[in-house]
């Protein structure tokens, strides 16, 4: 079964709701503010965002505030359950500008060299995501120059992803801002 296919899985939803609530709960909020860690992504006006694993949409709305009416964010997850909810999110604050997506990261069908800044904002590690066909995959579908901007959920995988994707060759580190690690790509 694919990722999308594991995404529509009853089961697998049902699983995720505890973790969906504790996503989008005001206490996650209290702790850590959506509006400071994306700063520390330097989103700006007009850009195309990318959020892998957007979950229940903590990040989205804020996300395609800061990026306005002349740019866009691309809310993509593989759990319809969390689609769901995010749909609704965007409803709720009339919103245009998100586009809420089930697909896989690994395999985004997104058109080459489209997207400013990519969120990969708590979904590393994940089963799902390995690094190793994670990594071409967002470089692929950024623009020359673009952003890669991470931030790392448990905190213990500092220790490791960095390095991975530097030993990628496809990232170049940028800087560190609000606890988001930021890179572009190698291409110009």
């Known amino acids: 079964m694919n990722a999308e296919g594991l995404g529509n899985s009853r089961i697998l939803n049902a699983i995720f709701k505890p973790a969906g609530a504790i996503m989008g709960s005001r206490l996650r909020q209290w702790l850590s503010d959506p509006a400071k860690n994306l700063q520390g992504a330097d989103l700006k006006p007009g850009q195309v965002v ?3 694993g957007c979950g229940t949409g903590f990040f989205t709305i804020t996300a395609a505030q800061m990026v306005g009416d002349e740019g866009s964010v691309i809310a993509m997850d593989v759990s319809s359950g969390f689609l769901q909810q995010v ?4 409803q709720r604050a009339g919103l245009d ?3 809420v997506v089930q697909k896989d990261a690994l395999d985004t069908e997104l ?4 997207i ?4 990969l904002f708590g979904v590393i590690p994940f ?3 390995p690094l190793g066909r994670l990594l071409p995959e967002m470089n692929r579908v950024l623009k020359p120059g673009g952003r890669l901007a991470i931030w790392l959920f448990p905190p ?3 220790f490791w992803v960095p390095g991975v994707i530097l030993r990628s060759g496809l990232f170049t580190y940028e800087h560190k801002k609000n606890g988001i690690l930021n890179y572009r790509t190698s291409r110009i």
Do not use: P
């Open 156 to 158: 213990l995988v500092h």
């Open 97 to 99: 500008n998100v586009h």
């Open 50 to 52: 990318l959020e892998v």
């Open 87 to 90: 749909s609704k999110k965007v």
């Open 116 to 119: 400013d800044t990519v969120l």
């Open 127 to 129: 089963v799902l995501l």
């Open 111 to 114: 058109e080459s060299a489209s």
